[in-house]
């Protein structure tokens, strides 16, 4: 059995994490952790007895083999480097790390002797997505992304479309795109910038996850385009990570490495 903690048990992706592992046999459920958590959350998201609930780190026992975090931006980083501390395998799903930040987390990770995965997306429509572009790239060197998520997403723009573009410029050397006096009339109206490749962050209700990849070359365009309706759709990325987490040699970056 794997023994396993959720952290960010009571969001969105948290309840599918919860209704994944009561629905693997070799899954086994034994804390759960987020900053508001109660003693009524166990009724609420119907946790077994046997569940410990935290809601400060300071707090955590030991006792889990997997650490799995959705959680905030703002809190990931302190997160994952607990879990390492404490001899627990990190899976996240969390987006917002820097990479300063990884490089710390990778180091603690050896220094540990543990392995983990850091996924900006679960999805396997997004780690195709991410492929073709990267192969796309050595054609097309001039591109966009654009990303649409739920408004309630805090960070942007989101991981996988970050990943993207740096998966992107390995393939492409860093140019301006556009008018080379270009102004802008309305100030980031064309998005964030990465290497010279333009990304825009969309947020709106109805959506969940989404992201295409324009490329542009002379006299014709080439359009790759993910869509993710259900958070369900990401849970089989999740249950592979977790599996191979104990034989992983590092901090993994990337579900798409491990596949």
């Not at 917002?96 to 995965?117: C, I, N, S, W, Y």
């Amino acid at each position: 059995m794997i023994k396993i903690l959720v952290a960010g048990y009571s969001g969105s992706m948290g309840q599918q994490v919860l209704k994944l592992i009561d629905e693997t046999p070799d899954f086994e459920l034994v804390a759960v952790f987020a900053l508001g958590a109660t003693e009524s959350d166990r009724q609420r998201f119907g946790l077994g007895e046997q569940v410990k609930i935290y809601n400060e780190l300071s707090q955590i026992e030991h006792g889990a083999d997997v650490w799995i975090d959705f959680t905030a931006p703002s809190a990931v980083f302190e997160n994952v480097k607990f879990a390492l501390k404490h001899g627990m395998r990190p899976v996240v799903g969390t987006t917002g790390l820097t990479d300063e930040e990884l490089a710390e987390l990778k180091q603690l990770a050896l220094a540990q002797q543990l392995g983990g995965l850091v996924a900006p997306n679960f999805g396997m429509s997004a780690v195709l997505l991410m492929k073709f572009a990267k192969e796309a790239a050595k054609y097309f060197p001039d591109v966009e992304i654009i990303e649409m998520h739920h408004d309630n997403k805090k960070d942007a723009p989101s991981g996988t479309a970050l990943m993207t573009a740096k998966l992107i410029a390995q393939n492409r050397v860093p140019h301006h795109q556009g008018a080379k006096d270009e102004t802008e009339t309305l100030a980031h109206v064309r998005g964030g910038d990465y290497e010279g490749i333009k990304l825009h962050s969309v947020r709106l209700p109805g959506y969940v996850a989404h992201e295409q990849v324009l490329f542009g070359g002379a006299g014709e365009a080439l359009t790759i385009r993910q869509d993710s309706f259900d958070r369900a759709s990401f849970m089989s990325g999740v249950k592979l990570a977790v599996q191979k987490a104990e034989a992983l040699d590092g901090l993994i970056v990337g579900l798409e490495n491990i596949l």
